[in-house]
T-cell receptor
Framework: NAGVMQNPRHLVRRRGQEARLRCSPMKGHSHVYWYRQLPEEGLKFMVYLQKENIIDESGMPKERFSAEFPKEGPSILRIQQVVRGDSAAYFC?????????????FGPGTRLTVT | AQKITQTQPGMFVQEKEAVTLDCTYDTSDQSYGLFWYKQPSSGEMIFLIYQGSYDEQNATEGRYSLNFQKARKSANLVISASQLGDSAMYFCAMRERIQGAQKLVFGQGTRLTINP
């Protein structure tokens, strides 16, 4: 039973390029959360999605960031025109339903470095 | 909005000693959940223990226990008989309910170092 998968694990982008981070939730999970961890800080919520719907994007920066969770395929976090301040670890978590987040399982994270 | 405070940026403990990592929280909700996660140098987030606000007994999971003091709004993690492999960052988190979603609010973390 595979856990939450994220790829790539490490991503290097030059300033101005686009970054695409992918998250495949656990089998049977239809709810996905994205969190960002800046160096030496705790994780901060970005966005919560269900299949084909964004439920809560209150933690997403207003510009350059977008997220989707299509009917088929992984959830994608997209960062356009990356800047150095976007360098961080991005974690995805999934749960089977909108319920007790005791069941929120984290992926290994994608470490984005912007040069 | 909920808030989690971890006041110990770093802690150093001798192997086999017990260690307590502090966590205080602020919420106006009656129903909430508190979590502890471990983040080793490899970077993944490992769930350790969960305490619900209505749970009457303190949660325990092996060498981990949660010292839950509701009136003081504290949820300290206790690790008994520490091991070298316990060296890691530790994060306290609280469940925040928004539109049915249950996102987690994290503290700043405590870096624990176990000395041989």
């Amino acid at each position: 039973n595979a856990g939450v998968m994220q790829n790539p694990r490490h991503l290097v982008r030059r300033r101005g390029q686009e970054a695409r981070l992918r998250c495949s939730p656990m089998k049977g999970h239809s709810h996905v959360y994205w969190y960002r961890q800046l160096p030496e800080e705790g994780l901060k919520f970005m966005v919560y999605l269900q299949k084909e719907n964004i439920i809560d994007e209150s933690g997403m920066p207003k510009e350059r960031f977008s997220a989707e969770f299509p009917k088929e395929g992984p959830s994608i976090l997209r960062i356009q025109q990356v800047v150095r301040g976007d360098s961080a670890a991005y974690f995805c978590a999934s749960s089977p339903r909108a319920g007790n987040s005791y069941e929120q399982y984290f992926g290994p994270g994608t470490r984005l470095t912007v040069t | 909005a909920q808030k989690i405070t971890q006041t110990q940026p770093g802690m150093f403990v001798q192997e086999k000693e017990a260690v307590t990592l502090d966590c205080t929280y602020d919420t106006s909700d009656q129903s909430y959940g508190l979590f502890w996660y471990k983040q080793p140098s490899s970077g993944e987030m490992i769930f350790l223990i969960y305490q619900g606000s209505y749970d009457e007994q303190n949660a325990t999971e092996g060498r981990y226990s949660l010292n839950f003091q509701k009136a003081r709004k504290s949820a300290n993690l206790v690790i008994s008989a520490s091991q070298l492999g316990d060296s890691a960052m530790y994060f306290c988190a609280m469940r925040e309910r928004i539109q049915g979603a249950q996102k987690l609010v994290f503290g700043q973390g405590t870096r624990l170092t176990i000395n041989p």
